[in-house]
């Protein structure tokens, strides 16, 4: 079918008060980059629902994308029809032929905003139910979940139908909760967590740590990778690479084995906070889950937030591996995650470390570093990139043409 429109429900948002106009400019923001690569698409937002008027855009490939922007509690394709009731009756006998099989049910809703029309929704409902039994008389109807519940909607500008109702993401539109620094790895846990706080509304900027030579090229476009899996969200993520290798060589040079991982923990986590103010993110979201590994204790917790008042979101810190992957699995980054390169923390990591550091050991050891000078020269050498939306979809092809 040749759609003219997409009709939007808004999710949570339509209950957020005086917050609701910003809510929506900014879920139409969203939906703007998302269909970055359709310019004809215009954008119609109003308190109660957006129209997308595709303008001849092919809607096949723009209804999977508006799948994925939270905000949205359902949207409905829909086909702009000539204003008068014989152009309406085809209309309806054409969609029934398109999509009716024997024993289904159907009902007609119509609803009539231009009051000028010649008919009422009453009429409408009739008339064209009739259209429908003149080509399939034995169709039975139903009021309460038909198989086929046609709508038409009379506007002023036109008349609408449609017969779909999809289901949207829902969540809150990205950008309305602010802006937090996701710590990505190349792992399955962060790329999770960052979906998580972005289907809150949280704007994610990636941050990752990258230790070349001995972190390889690939493990780095592995990170940016799973970025561009998050980035349908919202759009794009920006993904800001840190270069950790001297920090890291540092630290093995002058922390005891036992604290190797708690000590890199921290310098981490001082870095994306400074990361975080240079560029007004308010919060850090990491992909830690309790007891998972070494450093994932409480103990380990605290020693390593101790660098930081500011809070540290951990979306799936009481998760089990098994419903992590799952969530890991329905956004698509479990296959890239479990490919075998190595992040900075795995080739570093000791046979053991301390899974109750101790927190006046790990200063201690933290204070033969020169923080300063190892931080500043890891933060002139940072590398921002935009990661969008168009790019990620054109990596998931190439990537399934290697399978
Ligand atoms: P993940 O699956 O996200 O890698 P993990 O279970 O492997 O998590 P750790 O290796 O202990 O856990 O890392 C804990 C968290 O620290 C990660 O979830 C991530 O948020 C952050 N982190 C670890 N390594 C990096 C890195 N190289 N760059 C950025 N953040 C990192
Ligand atoms: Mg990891």
């Not at 540092?250 to 890199?264: A, F, S, W």
């Not at 870095?271 to 380990?300: F, H, K, M, P, W």
């Not at 020693?303 to 329905?330: C, F, H, L, Y």
């Not at 923390?345 to 000078?373: H, N, S």
Request: include cysteine; charge should be negative.
């Amino acid at each position: 079918m040749n759609y003219t429109e997409i009709m939007i429900r808004y999710g949570e948002l339509s209950t957020k008060g005086k917050n609701r106009k910003a809510f929506i400019m900014q879920l139409a923001a969203n939906v703007k980059r998302v269909l970055d690569e359709f310019p004809a698409v215009k954008i119609h937002a109003d308190r109660d629902r957006m129209h997308l008027l595709l303008n001849g855009e092919d809607s096949s490939q723009i209804l999977p994308r508006l799948e994925k922007v939270f905000g949205i509690q359902s949207f409905s394709p829909s086909v702009r029809i000539e204003k008068n009731f014989p152009a309406l009756r085809t209309a309806v006998q054409e969609i029934m032929r398109d999509i009716y099989q024997a024993g289904m049910t159907f009902k007609i809703t119509s609803k009539r905003s231009d009051h000028d029309f010649e008919m009422d929704s009453n009429e409408l409902n009739r008339e064209l139910g009739g259209a429908v039994f003149e080509i399939y008389p034995d169709i039975q109807v139903q009021m309460k979940k038909p198989d086929i519940n046609i709508r038409v909607e009379i506007r002023r500008e036109g008349a609408y139908l449609s017969y779909e109702t999809l289901l949207g993401a829902g969540g809150l539109p990205v950008g309305t909760g602010g802006r937090g620094m996701l710590m990505l790895s190349g792992g399955i846990d962060s790329p999770v967590a960052g979906y998580l706080s972005m289907k809150r509304g949280v704007e994610v900027e990636a941050v990752h740590f990258a230790s070349p030579p001995y972190t390889s090229e690939q493990a780095l476009q592995k990170a940016k990778d799973l970025a561009g899996k998050l980035a349908p969200y919202s759009g794009s993520v920006q993904f800001i690479e840190v270069p950790f290798t001297e920090i890291q060589e540092e630290i093995k040079r002058v922390v005891p084995q036992g604290y190797l991982m708690t000590v890199t923990r921290r310098l981490m986590l001082r870095l994306t906070d400074i990361l975080r103010e240079q560029r007004n993110g308010l919060v850090i979201i990491n992909g830690e889950s309790l007891g998972q590994v070494a450093s994932q204790t409480l103990q380990s917790m605290v020693a390593i937030n101790d660098v930081t008042n500011t809070p540290i979101i951990r979306p799936v810190v009481s998760m089990d591996k098994n419903e992590i992957i799952e969530i890991a699995e329905k956004i698509d980054t479990f296959e890239l995650a479990i490919q075998p390169f190595e992040d900075c923390c795995t080739i570093f990591a000791p046979p053991q470390p301390k899974t109750r550091p101790k927190l006046d050991k790990t200063r201690q050891y933290e204070a033969r570093l020169d923080l300063e000078g190892l931080m500043e020269r890891a933060l002139a050498g940072i590398k921002v990139s935009e990661i969008t939306a168009a790019e990620s979809d054109e990596k998931v092809e190439d990537f399934s043409d290697l399978l």
